[in-house]
């Protein structure tokens, strides 16, 4: 069974930083592109980051280029999202994704809360 697990959620103020790890078991996604997305409250699910298999490309939501840094580790099977400088709107739930197929990605975490207070 594929399972994706995020971690590092938790509530930090505005201008603070975390880190969100997700770690995949079942199979290995060292050779699919891993992405994060995020759901705020009453907004649909929004593209946060994505990087390619060996972490040579990434892309950024707008919102949070020059802020937010996407990375992986094959060998621990493993994305990570660094958010600093965080601002109260990007409060939401954020889950990390793998194997994308065209717009679309496979498996999905259960996601980890995020609150940044003013």
């Known amino acids: 069974q594929v399972q994706l697990v995020e971690s590092g959620g938790g509530l930090v103020q505005a201008g603070g930083s975390l880190r969100l790890s997700c770690v995949a078991s079942g199979r290995t996604f060292s050779t699919e592109s891993m992405a994060w997305f995020r759901q705020a409250p009453g907004k649909e699910r929004e593209f946060v980051a994505t990087?390619?298999?060996?972490?040579?490309?990434?892309s950024y939501a707008d919102s949070v280029k020059e802020r937010f840094t996407i990375t992986r580790d094959n060998a621990k099977n493993a994305v990570f999202l660094q958010m600093n400088s965080l601002k109260p709107q990007n409060t939401a739930v954020y889950y990390c994704?793998?194997?994308?197929?065209?717009?679309?990605?496979?498996?999905w975490g259960q996601g980890t809360q995020v609150t940044v207070s003013s």
């Open positions: 994704s793998a194997e994308r197929r065209g717009q679309e990605y496979t498996y």
């Open positions: 990087i390619n298999w060996n972490g040579g490309r990434t």
